[in-house]
């Protein structure tokens, strides 16, 4: 089923989505990959905040490529989302409600997505050049020292995914499988 959300989004929003639905997601989501997950939980641990609000906020897992000619962004594929498996319980518990990325998550993150009642979802690997075409502005807002790993606040209208774990902890990926 498609379905369209704007971001920030809420608990009751993300009760709505289910495993297997299509989603076109429009307003600001931040990147993050390794590195940059790395600074935010040792800010957290520090007591400081951080470069943009978790509360209701989806983190993409995604470096860009260089922006072409009359490109906002280059290619904005995801990346593979277990690297962040170890930062993300505590960025749900402090107000994270989705994430973009690809492949599986550790059963710690699917307690935490269940218990903050949040969303994984999955873009399509392969697909960045498609992707970018759904991203009408890139800023970087923090740590531009990591380069590509730089956090960038992405302006995103009817951005592509598709929900793989939703709030109950149904698992598209597991699901599949079973079939």
Known sequence: MNK???VPFSD????????GDFVYISGTIYTARDAAHKRMAETLDRGEGLPFSLKGNIIYYMGPSPARNGRVIGSAGPTTSSRMDKYTPGFLDAGLKGMIGKGRRSTEVIDSIIKN????FAAVGGAGALLSRSIISSTIIAYEDLG???IRELEVTNFPVIVVIDSKGNNLYDNIVRK
């Open 4 to 6: 369209y959300i704007q």
């Open 12 to 19: 009751d929003e993300a009760e709505r989505l289910r495993a």
């Open 117 to 120: 009642k949040a969303v994984y």
């Open 148 to 150: 590509t790993e730089a």
